[in-house]
């Protein structure tokens, strides 16, 4: 591929226009927005309007005035259109940690007689640590960790199984689950699926509602762009509305909070997963960031996802140098998210030194390189740069030196 088609493919990408509304450093090639997505102009114009004139004019009465009440629902809302959801059935709030235990102890509930939660080995550690925490809560008796590999996970779906849960796209491989045929699968043995879609949502298009999915959790500052730490979403289909007993019964999703009776009533509808104040100021950059989705559908953004993919894996192939970077991610596009991985027993020192040199991926352990795609602020031109930098840290070794060997706390 020559620098002309590349110049191209930027000319001709639908897209292009979206990186004027994130404010990125001239300097950086960024292939880590799927770790803490990029700042947008407007959740700075945002925070500063609610710092400043909400909260330091207006006070108490904005919870009123500028709707910070609503806030979890509306901005849920947003997020719903991204997942193929109706309205009303996603809230935002809280973590996805914290989501997770909400919705194993309610899905467990609603599955008497049945203990057994299945979900994959390798799967993202919180999640496995909150069916772990809820465990030795409840009992084995009444809840049961089963991992599986990938490959056995059909298998493991019988009628003993009260919850299927499964993150949709693997943070490490970026290996992609197919979501309808899982839960359907699970739905004909009467289990329960709960999906974590961290790396899916704003990534890769999404049909919940379609796939009759039951619950579903995800994060707010990796594609969704809300900001370090921004609240997480829960996602609950209306049909079990009436069913659920969610543990965590806080104020905030009782029915009538401000009547302040002694005794839990839990709102009707979405609500009711709320259990304590939410963070306005972090939840306002969340739905400002969500605007830059607004006027595009999801299909475009996994199409360019994919060919900036396919481009840096062919020029990649380009550079023999490359080659001892090993391709850990389904090749198949079809069957892979928004990353793209490589094994190298090098790979935090590689890491260390891409990022001296202007391009920023990120390390998983034990060895793993990641590339994160964004196709809102990344274009064509930044893909063939960041393959050229990689050659240089490669062929010259720079990745050899002390200084990048040493670990940070945050990987
Ligand atoms: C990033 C990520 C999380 C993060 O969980 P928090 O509790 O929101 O910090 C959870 N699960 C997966 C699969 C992730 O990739």
Redesign the pocket.
């Known amino acids: 591929m020559t620098l002309y088609t590349i110049e191209q493919l930027d000319d001709q990408d639908p897209l292009a226009a979206k990186r004027a509304l994130f404010d990125l450093p001239e300097d950086v090639i960024y292939l880590d927005g799927n770790?803490l997505g990029a700042l947008p102009h407007a959740s700075i114009q945002r925070v500063q309007e609610v710092v400043t004139h909400q909260w330091g004019n207006d006070l108490i009465g904005s919870w009123n005035k500028h709707g910070w009440i609503d806030l979890p629902q509306k901005t849920g809302d947003k997020i719903a259109s991204l997942l193929g959801a109706g309205p009303g059935q996603v809230i935002v709030c809280?973590?996805?940690?914290?989501?997770?235990y909400k919705l194993l102890i309610t899905a467990l509930e609603m599955q008497p007689g049945r203990a057994t939660v299945v979900s994959e080995q390798g799967?993202?550690p919180?999640?496995l640590y909150m069916v772990q925490g809820v465990q030795a809560l409840l009992g084995e008796k009444r809840c049961n960790l089963l991992t599986v590999a990938a490959d056995s996970i059909e298998h493991a779906l019988t009628e003993d199984v009260a919850v299927l849960m499964l993150?949709h796209?693997?943070?490490r491989s970026g290996q992609l689950h197919d979501m309808q045929r899982l839960t359907r699968l699970a739905h004909a043995k009467g289990i329960l699926v709960i999906w974590?879609l961290?790396?899916s949502a704003g990534a890769v298009p999404l049909n919940l509602d379609d796939c009759g999915v039951d619950f579903a959790?995800g994060?707010?500052?990796?594609y969704l762009n809300g900001g370090p730490?921004a609240p997480?979403f829960l996602y609950a289909a209306t049909r079990h509305h009436e069913k659920i007993n969610q543990p965590l019964a806080g104020w905030m999703g009782h029915a009538n909070p401000f009547a302040f009776s002694q005794d839990y009533q839990p709102a009707p509808g979405i609500k009711q997963f709320l259990a304590g104040t939410p963070s306005i100021i972090a939840m306002a950059a969340l739905d400002a960031a969500l605007d830059v989705f607004n006027d595009i559908d999801m299909t475009t953004v996994r199409e360019k996802s994919v060919a900036l993919t396919q481009l840096f894996l062919q020029l990649k192939q380009q550079h023999t140098d490359l080659d001892e970077l090993i391709l850990c991610s389904p090749e198949d596009t079809s069957q892979r998210g928004s990353q793209l991985s490589f094994c190298h027993d090098d790979a935090y020192a590689i890491c260390q030194a891409l990022i001296d040199n202007g391009v920023v991926p990120d390390f998983r352990a034990p060895d793993i390189v990641r590339f994160g795609f964004t196709p809102l602020y990344l274009s064509f031109a930044d893909i063939a740069n960041a393959v050229e930098i990689l050659q240089k840290v490669m062929h010259e070794k720079r990745y050899q030196k002390d200084k990048y060997k040493q670990r940070a706390t945050v990987t």
């Open positions: 770790s809280d973590s996805i940690s914290v989501n997770l799967n993202f919180t999640d993150t796209i693997n943070f974590d961290a790396h959790v994060c707010g500052y990796k730490g997480a």
